[in-house]
């Protein structure tokens, strides 16, 4: 079957750094989404690979390992506005994303 | 601006309706898709289509069915709404997957529908 898994809530500090992981197991792999989604808004989209390695911009960067079906979110320098629900997905042989329930994470002052 | 747009963006109505969510890209995209999103905050694909191919999620029920009656629109129309309907309903859009890859996916700013 297909599965996207990454945690639930995380909670981090303002300024600090933060690594938000997924691992995800599709039919097929056409490369691996990050969407941001702040409270009662649409998701928007974040970033994207499909080759292994770190793709970075700006404070945000991802990282991608297609061997082990695994990914990360990284955010530096947090700051208040970061707090949202950051969605993982992957899309399959059929060009159909597959989400993940998304991470809520709590940034505090 | 260039977006990605719903309507209604509220929408509160009686079991047994019948009701439809508009929903109108000027992005230029070839591909449209209708998501249900759950109190778990899970994305549920229902459908995608372009003017070649409707693909439609095997566990959509066929009271939901989708009406495209142009490129940039896809409304999607419910029938006889059930308690379990209530959630946000997103649309979205990209270009053209087959001859290009994976695109990016822009959202509309959701539909939220309960069901009483």
Redesign the interface.
Known sequence: GQNIDQPTEMTATEGAIVQINCTYQTSGF??L?WYQQHAG?????LS?N?LDGLEEKGRFSSFLSRSKGYSYLLLKELQMKDSA?Y?C?S?DS????I?G??TKLIIKP | DTAVSQTPKYLVTQMGNDKSIKCEQNLGHDTMYWYKQDS??????MF?YNNKEL?INETVPNRFSPKSPDKAHLNLHINSLELGDSAVY?CASSQD??DR??E???????TRLLVL
Request: aromatic share 22%; hydrophobic share 40%; glycine share 12%.
């Open positions: 056409n490369g989404f808004e649409a998701p928007t989209f994207y499909v629900s969605l997905a899309m059929n060009y159909q994303l989400w329930a998304g | 778990k905050k899970f994305l549920k694909i995608s693909i997103f997957l087959q890859g994976p990016t996916q822009y959202f509309g700013p959701g």
